[in-house]
């Protein structure tokens, strides 16, 4: 009994002991495995490399800076020198001078002599991100702007033009206190408007009429211009929009240095953006009205009166068809999704110019419809092309800015 006692004890303990060698054996093995692992990771990290885009995706990225996010330096500037000048060509280049301020020089050029030359500092992160502060220096030259004569009825064939040369130096601070909703913008200008003869295939304006028949005639005014803007805009983007609105009244002080000139205008406008269908489709509806005021007799020249431009308000009318002391213009839009990029547009306009407020009114109004096509981004729109038809005929137009 002794005998066979001994021998399962040593049984078990040999059996003990090869299960400890083995386990012992086990982990030496997973340490090495381990070790092998992490040696390979080490060498794999020390031979990795950035990952670099093909030629596609850096034509694909570069064409989206421009159109769409604006981190090139150097970027086309489609803005005309003034309404109607024109196709327009130009560019700009611009640099940041802070994490989030920027310098932009630019200027434009048209076939028929318009031009544009400036400078902005814009400043869009002020107040917490909840202001932008905008101070732009320029000069430009428009070489021949129609001008049809005052009020509502004027007719095609009264047609002359007139240039003008303006310096400026402009500063606006827009700021939105709440972070949404609520906007005020002050804006303060220094500028002169030398209005001078026109180029253009009518007849200059001063061969037609006289200072006493025309306000400002020949007028070189030196403005000090300030105003004052509180509204509401609901809009995710002012460049392109398919939901929201804006409704806000602006002040405006014209003092002429020389007190012959000065006045004062109010602006009143609204939008609103009916989006349906989940933003497929978008009804959009536009009110604008100007009012102007004398102060103590002073002159309100015929260049500085409200009137109509053109490709953004009546579009099948020529540019400033419509000039007087008040104006209102209304618009509405049936917008559809052609794709990402791509919309169009079934539009009416109607408008109407007074020398009083009070005849202001919905009879007699200007109107036109047309259909529209727009290239855009997500808060941009880079291309316009519109055809309206009005009853002075067909106007086909070309815009880099979204109407409203």
Do not use: C
């Not at 060509?89 to 940041?96: E, I, L, M, S, T």
């Not at 428009?142 to 310096?167: C, D, K, W």
């Not at 007190?259 to 004062?264: D, H, M, R, T, V």
């Amino acid at each position: 009994m002794k005998r066979s006692a001994a021998i399962l004890v040593f049984a078990i303990v040999s059996q003990a002991g090869a299960a400890y060698a083995q386990d012992a054996a086990s982990m030496q093995d997973a340490a090495s495995r381990t070790e092998l692992i992490e040696q390979a990771e080490q060498a794999k990290a020390e031979a990795l490399k950035p990952a670099r885009a093909g030629k596609a995706e850096e034509y694909v990225a570069r064409i989206s800076d421009v159109f769409l996010s604006g981190q090139m330096h150097w970027h086309a500037f489609w803005q005309n020198a003034y309404s109607g000048g024109g196709f327009t060509v130009g560019a700009g280049y611009q640099r940041y001078v802070s994490s989030y301020n920027m310098i932009d020089f630019r200027g434009s050029i048209t076939p028929s002599g318009y031009k544009r030359l400036e400078t902005e500092f814009l400043a869009p992160g002020l107040f917490k991100r909840r202001g932008t502060l905008s101070v732009i220096g320029g000069w430009r030259e428009a070489t021949a702007v129609n001008f049809f004569g005052l009020g509502q009825n004027t007719q095609q064939q009264s047609l002359t033009n007139y240039g003008f040369t303006q310096p400026y130096l402009h500063a606006r601070l827009e700021v939105f206190p709440t972070r949404k909703l609520f906007v005020v913008r002050g804006n303060f200008e220094l500028s002169q408007w030398n209005q001078g003869s026109g180029s253009g295939s009518s007849p200059s304006v001063e061969t037609v009429y006289t200072p006493a028949t025309l306000p400002g005639l020949g007028a070189s005014p030196v403005y000090i211009h300030t105003q004052g803007m509180f509204g509401f805009d609901s809009r995710p983007a002012r460049g392109y929009t398919r939901r929201g609105g804006f409704y806000g009244v602006t002040v405006h002080d014209y003092a002429d240095t020389d007190k012959l000139y000065g006045f004062n205008q109010v602006d009143y406008e609204a939008i609103q953006h009916f989006p349906i269908l989940r933003e497929a489709w978008v009804l959009a509806f536009h009110a604008f009205a100007q009012t102007t005021y004398d102060k103590g007799g002073q002159t309100i020249p015929f260049f500085m009166m409200p009137s109509f431009s053109g490709g953004s308000d009546l579009r099948a009318f020529d540019s400033w068809r419509l000039r007087d002391l008040n104006s209102l213009l209304l618009q509405g839009e049936w917008r559809a999704t052609v794709n990402r990029f791509v919309e169009m547009a079934l539009f009416y306009d109607a408008g109407k110019v007074a020398a009083r407020l009070s005849d202001l009114t919905l009879d007699g109004m200007k109107t036109d419809f047309g259909i529209g096509f727009r290239f855009h981004g997500p808060i941009t729109t880079p291309l316009r092309i519109e055809l309206a038809k009005g009853n002075e005929g067909f106007v086909l137009n070309f815009s880099a800015s979204q109407v409203f």
